[in-house]
């Protein structure tokens, strides 16, 4: 047995190591006044940072910026030029607007942490089958079965444009980082990129004989991702709409692609029963995610792309982590499938849409359900929450 004092030199030892390891960050409210101060290691990710800060300061949900500007979730900390003692500030957030849409043909407007309607959307002629917020906020985009896409100004809540080129159902809408265009894809076989401000039609992506169900832009770079009814999905050049590479291996039906938020895995959601995580770069499978035992309907990244929700027909949603591919958590409480799940903005909650008209609200720790929101007569197809 070693003395003790060598024992102590060694923990104190230990303890100068791994504070030179970890990173002191001190969070500041509005006023400048100290609400928290964590450690964590440089290559913690952002989200991470504002959920030790949210645990430290005993704040529900909250964002954070760093000498006044907003940082990418995905990015560390180390990346994001935070070092020892640096300050970052934090605002509390008591309100999180959140859309969906539905068969009902309203979009509803939340708030997801208060479980309350906020406001509603009236215009399309059919069922709402996909709503999506701009990065910035200020605007929604919104499609549906009367074969046209909307794009609303979140502010006043009216209709700014009607894209409406599209020959059969509009299945899904996206917009750019930079919000100037927007992706729709249709049962007509194609999906087609905007001009917001135009409402005009850009260019074309023929899907040839199969129906598209989603389209969506890269977070980074020029590229649109759409999946569909030949069991691939596929991405593309949105500069020339030529194909660059299709991803295989599905079954089924692609029902959902979408890009992590570093744009550089892709998730794909499948009729098969199974989420696909491939590397974006050269369309390599990484993760085979199995679990559900019917339709995957829906699937998304968290805001540091280290956590996959999907939503199935099987009337669960669940939870898995993306490195390994493990089911951390089942979500189960809905009486019908469970058509759309995304993550919260922080990272605390996982919102699902289901086919008995009903939203849930869901701790991502310990999969408890949070709220019920009520309010639509149908089932609902599409969930958008609003950066913050």
């Known amino acids: 047995m070693p003395p003790l004092g060598a024992t102590l030199l060694s923990d104190i030892g230990e303890k ?13 409210d509005e006023t400048g006044s100290t609400v928290a101060e964590v450690f964590v290691y440089p290559a913690d990710t952002i989200l991470a ?64 942490i208060g479980g309350t309607c906020m406001e509603t959307l009236r215009g399309h002629e059919d069922a709402v089958l996909a709503v999506t917020f701009s990065s910035s906020g200020q605007l929604l985009a919104t499609c549906g079965a009367d074969n046209t896409a909307k794009i609303w100004d979140t502010k006043s809540g ?34 087609r990129i905007w001009e917001v401000a135009k409402g005009s039609c850009l260019r074309t992506l023929s899907g040839g004989v199969s129906p598209i169900f989603w389209a969506t832009f890269a977070p980074t770079g020029p590229h649109v991702a759409t999946a569909g009814a030949d069991s691939t999905a596929t991405v593309w050049d949105a500069r020339n709409g030529k194909a660059l590479k299709i991803l295989s291996g599905h079954q089924d039906n692609v029902t959902m692609v979408v890009f992590s938020p570093d744009a550089i895995r892709i998730l794909t959601a499948s009729q098969d029963r199974t989420a696909m995580v491939w590397e974006a770069g050269d369309g390599r ?36 982590e993306t490195k390994t591919g493990e089911c951390l958590r089942t979500l189960q409480g809905h009486s019908g499938s469970v058509l ?36 639509h007569r149908a089932k609902v197809n599409s969930l958008s929450l609003l950066p913050y």
């Open 49 to 112: 940072l504002r959920r030790s800060i949210s645990a430290a300061a005993k704040i529900s949900h909250l964002s954070l910026k760093f000498k006044g500007a907003v940082l990418p979730d995905y990015h560390t900390v180390e990346e994001a030029g935070i070092q020892n003692h640096a300050e970052v500030e934090i605002t509390s957030v008591e309100e999180a607007a959140m859309a969906s849409g539905s068969t009902d043909g309203v979009v509803y407007i939340w708030d997801a």
């Open 158 to 191: 009216q209709c700014t444009q009607t894209l409406s080129e599209h020959t059969d159902w509009v299945t899904s809408v996206a917009f750019t980082p930079d919000e100037t265009a927007a992706v729709t894809s249709s049962l007509d076989c194609s999906a």
């Open 340 to 375: 759309c799940a995304a993550f919260s903005p922080d990272g605390q909650f996982v919102a699902t849409g289901s086919r008995d008209a009903c939203v849930r609200t869901w701790d991502v720790k310990t999969g408890k359900s949070l709220k019920l929101l009520e309010g």
């Open 285 to 320: 499978l990484i993760q085979h995610l199995k679990g559900h035992t019917d339709t995957v309907q829906a699937a998304n990244f968290s805001g540091d792309g280290k956590l996959v929700v999907t939503a199935s027909m099987d009337r669960s949603a669940k939870i898995w």
């Open 16 to 28: 100068k190591e791994l504070d030179r390891l970890l990173t002191h960050v001190v969070a500041k």
